[in-house]
């Protein structure tokens, strides 16, 4: 027997949205679940044909390759067409809320009780550090409260010799259901708080909660170049799961703390140098600051304030190790407040020698590769 179309199964055009096959999905679930037509078995084969159908187009591969060759595109996706049940968590607001109702857990294999194992939380740990601690890389210490399985019971909270048992109310299910008219509704059961096991001596250290807090110090290798805002993620080191479930994990987000003269912008760094007029008219040496200590800079004569030096190299190493960002030095024309009665004689013996024309503004150049480093600096140090 042939397939009807997706697009017709759901009831909408083929340049349907998103959200209008989303919406037409919801209808058809609600309406055809087979907890709201028990017995029929018309209502369950279009249940899962619709659910089918929005396997497929709510995939935009599935769907454009659904359009072009029809159901032969999609059928190597391998039975019902590639159809998913984990699409079903687009509508945990819908079958969340029902979920109890209708028995949508049983339905798709995951009715079982909802004790057991689980995996435990993760956390996060807030690490501030310096900016040459950053540029560097480092290891540091540091102590979390969490939750960790306890080692008397293992995590069972049962008291050594003794293991929980299945809970006589609810068979082990962690729910009660009953029927009422034609819906079947199901309550938590209130014997086992829904765990589906009971502790019939509960262990006396973690008083049968399986877990206890504890302060636990761990070592942090910080990678030379992570920028603030970044985090390292530790493996297994959150809280300790449920039921004697895994850890969670732990989360470090480091936050890095300004300089006094370097400003990064990605693996690049910024600073800006004030220079006296003299040096940058005829020339010479100044002395710069870089990561690794202070450095002699060449300035060409005739240097005009403003301009950028390009040290290649000597910026933030790259946080994958593989390479170093540039540092960008800024020289920028220094104007003394006060002056000695000498520099101002010969200050006022340049300004006799200059030309007594009128300057006149002068419009930069759109290809000029200094000016346009400039201007990204221009706007980090605005």
């Not at 008219?181 to 502790?199: D, K, L, M, S």
């Amino acid at each position: 027997m042939s397939k009807r179309d997706y697009y017709e199964v759901l009831g909408v055009s083929r340049d349907a949205s998103d959200q209008d096959i989303k919406s037409a999905y919801r209808k058809l679930a609600l309406k055809h679940h087979p907890d709201r037509n028990p017995g029929s078995h018309e209502a369950e084969e279009k249940f899962k044909e619709a659910a089918e159908a929005y396997a497929i187009l709510a995939d935009g591969d599935r769907r454009a390759a659904y359009d072009r060759f029809g159901h032969a595109g999609v059928s190597a996706a391998g039975g019902a067409g590639g159809f998913d049940p984990t699409i079903f968590a687009d509508f945990g607001d819908i079958f969340g809320g029902l979920r109890d109702i209708f028995g949508f857990g049983d339905f798709f294999g995951g009715g079982g009780r909802r004790g057991g194992p689980q995996r435990g939380s993760d956390l996060r740990y807030d690490l501030e550090i310096s900016f040459d601690e950053s540029a560097k890389g480092m290891e540091t210490n540091i102590q979390i409260p969490r939750q960790e399985t306890c080692e008397t019971c293992r995590g069972s909270g049962a008291a050594p010799g003794t293991s929980p048992t299945v809970c006589p109310q609810c068979g082990g299910r962690g729910q009660i259901r009953y029927q009422q008219g034609f819906f079947t509704v199901a309550q938590t059961c209130h014997q086992c708080g829904g765990e589906g096991r009971v502790i019939t001596k509960a262990c006396p250290d973690c008083r049968g909660h399986g877990h206890m807090a504890r302060q636990r110090k761990l070592t942090v290798r910080i990678p030379a170049g992570i920028a603030s805002g970044q985090r390292l993620r530790l493996y297994g080191e959150g809280e300790a799961g449920p039921g004697g479930g895994p850890q969670g994990d732990l989360y470090v987000v480091v936050h890095v703390q300004e300089h006094e003269w370097f400003r990064r912008e990605g693996d690049d760094l910024y600073c800006r140098v004030p220079v006296t007029y003299p040096i940058l008219a005829l020339g010479g040496e100044i002395t710069v600051p870089t990561l690794s200590g202070q450095e002699k800079l060449t300035v060409p004569e005739g240097t005009a304030t403003g301009h950028v030096f390009r040290l290649r190299g000597k910026g933030m190493p790259s946080v994958s190790g593989r390479a170093h960002g540039d540092l960008h030095i800024v020289v920028e024309v220094v104007t003394p407040k006060k002056l000695t009665k000498e520099q101002r004689h010969l200050l006022e013996q340049l300004a006799r020698t200059m030309p007594v024309e009128k300057l006149k503004p002068v419009k930069p150049k759109e290809d000029d590769e200094d000016r346009t480093v400039f201007d990204r600096v221009k706007d980090i140090f605005s």
